[in-house]
């Protein structure tokens, strides 16, 4: 393909653009054509007779040669009145000076956003620079001049523009209620679906905010979640009732929205999810999805599934990102015995016995390595230990600092010395299962959670990670170090499981020093 046949037709203008010029070296004028194009000459407009020897039309021409060459004509048919060029366009345009501009011409290129959205380009001066500042008003945004033959006081015109647009207003709320309702319902599908579907975020339960979204993302929304509240006869109701109404609403225009887009299912995603952890058999969960309230439970077990393999990718950056950094590792159980114990006719309490996981990065210390060069004993010993850990403890501290130091666990909401030690920043929950922690094998199944992750098992190679743990713990977690080391893979105990460090932490420490008999 020849360069003239390289060009682009752009239909926004009605005119073609090609990226060549005829009058390339014709004159000392320097094309740039490689800069902004080059307009193919059609026989709309009259060709000067300075000209027309040139046989311009349908050839291209730059800017530069257009504007020397074609800008000082008009449209056939029409007046062409000429005038001077001001002195910003001739600087612009690279002009002779003396040229000449049509008015139209003129008018068109203070207009055409291909010259004003130049950096270069100067705007033509607002003919209101010439009047006294006395004589002009600013109100609303808006500028104005009054003369000496106004028919409205200043006061009186301002009343005037205020209730101009009071008026304004009350026509669009007017526009805005001769909607049907069938059409702001189909708008806020089309803007639930789209936060859910294009932008992967999660249901608003926040009144508030919810109508904010909607009037945010679809102007035609405005007001419609206030004439649902005002159905629901707030004047008759305590703030507290009519607080609840509202989120009451948030659900129901969730529910309307997923009965036009059956797509748009977050919220029942949201009551499925609740109705799974509490425990409720598939065939209620499968009667409430038939009804609408919930989705099945199919879907929610492959949403499950797309959470874990989320939370998957989320540890793994979270220690790929503290790769360098000390890891503290926390494995402890948990209890939910605040409740009431009702008993049934096959329990007499309901109390779940939970395993915590939990991984807590500190920035400003240096991770610990497994082969340390001027390690000479292993570092499950304890001459070993000490010389893994000589860099990271600090021998300038004193007894009394030390002590000090067991305040972190002290969550009196007085005391705010070490509110930042227990800040849950770079804490990252790795996992909370049903179970108890008694006995060697549950440690070691505890610690397979975290081994099975790829990054930590990448992490667990080179370096350790610290665990404080009660005696049980301890005890535990030694006992399969011991039998790992004794005993290899035939243990069933993973490698992994000798790059755990237990020992006891301040808060066992200050836990057992307020300890009573």
């Known amino acids: 393909m020849s360069i003239q046949e390289n060009y682009s037709e752009t239909t926004n203008k009605g005119k073609r653009k090609a990226q060549y010029c005829n009058l390339e070296g014709h004159d000392d004028v320097i094309c740039n054509y490689d800069q902004y194009g080059a307009s193919i000459v059609t026989d709309q407009l009259t060709v000067p007779s300075s000209s027309q020897h040139l046989d311009l039309v349908g050839k291209a021409l730059c800017r530069k040669h257009y504007n020397n060459t074609y800008l000082a004509t008009a ?60 004589s002009m008003r600013r109100f609303q945004g808006r500028s104005y001049v009054l003369g000496g033959d106004v028919i409205y006081s200043e006061s009186e015109f301002q009343e005037l523009e205020s209730a101009y647009h009071e008026v304004c207003r009350e026509l669009d709320e007017a526009k805005l209620e001769l909607i049907p309702l069938s059409k702001k319902i189909k708008l806020m599908a089309g803007v639930l679906y789209t936060r859910q579907h294009v932008y992967n975020e999660k249901p608003i339960f926040n ?143 309901d109390i779940g016995h939970f395993v915590t996981i939990l991984l807590k990065a500190l920035p400003e210390m240096a991770s610990v390595s497994y082969k340390n060069p001027n390690q000479e004993k292993s570092i499950h010993n304890k001459k070993g230990r000490k010389s893994a850990f000589a860099n990271s403890e600090s021998s300038q501290e004193t007894y009394d600092e030390r002590v000090e130091r067991l305040l972190v666990h002290n969550y009196d909401d007085r005391i705010e010395q070490r509110r930042v030690d227990r800040s849950m920043v770079d804490t990252k929950l790795v996992d909370l299962k049903e179970g108890s922690l008694h006995t060697t094998v549950e440690y070691v199944d505890a610690l397979r959670v975290l081994i099975d992750i790829p990054k930590a098992e990448t992490y667990m190679k080179t370096q350790v990670l610290i665990a404080p743990m009660d005696y049980p713990g301890q005890l535990n977690v030694r006992r399969a170090v011991t039998l790992r080391i004794k005993f290899g893979d035939s243990s069933g105990i993973p490698e992994q499981i000798l790059h755990v460090v237990p020992m006891i932490g301040p808060l066992h420490v200050s836990l057992n020093s307020r300890e009573t008999v």
């Open 75 to 134: 449209r056939k048919g029409e007046a062409t009145k000429f005038g001077k060029t001001p002195e910003r366009l001739t600087r612009f345009f690279q002009l002779p000076k003396g040229a000449k501009m049509c008015h139209h011409c003129l008018y068109k290129t203070d207009i055409d956003p291909e010259y004003i959205n130049s950096p270069d380009y100067l705007p033509a001066k607002e003919k209101f620079s010439k009047i006294p500042k006395e």
């Open 207 to 349: 009144p508030d905010e919810f109508k904010k979204i909607l009037e945010e993302s679809e102007p035609l929304l405005r007001g419609f979640f206030d004439q649902l509240v005002a159905g629901t006869n707030p004047q008759a109701k305590s703030h507290m009732t009519n607080e609840k109404n509202k989120k009451r609403l948030v659900s129901f225009c969730y529910f309307l929205a997923g009965l036009n887009n059956k797509f748009i299912n977050g919220f029942k995603a949201e009551v499925g999810f609740l109705l799974d952890a509490s425990g409720v058999s598939s065939s209620a969960i499968e009667t409430l999805a038939s009804v609408g309230l919930a989705v099945r439970h199919e879907t929610i077990a492959r949403k499950k599934a797309q959470h874990v393999e989320v939370h998957m990718d989320t540890m793994g950056g979270f220690l790929v990102k503290n790769n360098e950094n000390l890891i503290v590792l926390n494995v402890d159980d948990f209890h939910n015995i605040h409740e009431y114990r009702r008993s049934d006719t096959t329990t007499t309490h």
